[in-house]
T-cell receptor, first 114, second 111 residues
Framework: AQKITQTQPGMFVQEKEAVTLDCTYD???????LFWYKQPSSGEMIFLIY??????QNATEGRYSLNFQKARKSANLVISASQLGDSAMYFC???????????FGSGTRLSIRP | NAGVTQTPKFRVLKTGQSMTLLCAQD?????MYWYRQDPGMGLRLIHY???????AKGEVPDGYNVSRLKKQNFLLGLESAAPSQTSVYFC??????????FGPGTRLTVT
């Protein structure tokens, strides 16, 4: 069965520090994609970064990078130099190509302290 | 270019009433999805569609029906609302291999 696990319900980080949000996944498919979304208190879902299962390089988008460890089935999000505006819920998600659907983890609430 | 829009934004229903949530996208995406988000539960997939005229069940399809008569629209119906269906409903669309674009959400309360 396909599953996304986020084991950190909440995290507190000092402003300007780097933070790693954990995500592990389970699938028997060889072709899949991994995503991270941010949901601020306003409620909208904002796409942050994508990693394909065949991508050899870790994905990066500005201050966001995805630490993809295929053998360990982990896809951790790293935010460098955190800002107050990074306070939000963060969701890890997986698209299973054979099923054409995306499943989400339960999320991590990140709070940045000034 | 409006992206993904949802109608209505808020709704209060009494138990047993019916309603339809409308999702529209103007990006010519093949795939469309309906999720519900409950506190502490993340997003759970209700139904999805891989193209006009097709629908499929997600993780939590019971109590909901969907239709995709036009490529740009994906309707979610509640035939007989129950308090357990109180939630925030998100619609999303995507092309084959890329990220999903989400609508702003519909906050539904069933009393």
């Amino acid at each position: 069965a396909q599953k996304i696990t986020q084991t950190q319900p909440g995290m507190f980080v000092q402003e300007k520090e780097a933070v790693t949000l954990d995500c592990t996944y389970d699938t028997s498919d060889q072709s899949y994609g991994l995503f991270w979304y941010k949901q601020p208190s306003s409620g909208e879902m904002i796409f942050l970064i994508y990693q394909g299962s065949y991508d050899e390089q870790n994905a990066t988008e500005g201050r966001y990078s995805l630490n993809f460890q295929k053998a360990r089935k982990s896809a951790n999000l790293v935010i460098s130099a955190s800002q107050l505006g990074d306070s939000a819920m963060y969701f890890c998600a997986m698209r299973i190509s054979s099923a054409s659907k995306i499943i989400f983890g339960s999320g991590t609430r990140l709070s940045i302290r000034p | 270019n409006a992206g993904v829009t949802q109608t209505p934004k808020f709704r209060v229903l009494k138990t047993g009433q019916s309603m339809t949530l409308l999702c529209a996208q103007d990006m010519n995406h093949e795939y469309m999805y309906w999720y519900r988000q409950d506190p502490g539960m993340g997003l759970r997939l209700i139904h999805y569609s891989v193209g006009e005229g097709t629908t499929a069940k997600g993780e939590v399809p019971d109590g909901y029906n969907v239709s995709r008569l036009k490529k740009q629209n994906f309707l979610l119906g509640l035939e007989s609302a129950a308090p357990s269906q109180t939630s925030v409903y998100f619609c999303a669309s995507s092309s084959l291999s890329y990220e999903q674009y989400f609508g702003p959400g519909t906050r539904l309360t069933v009393t």
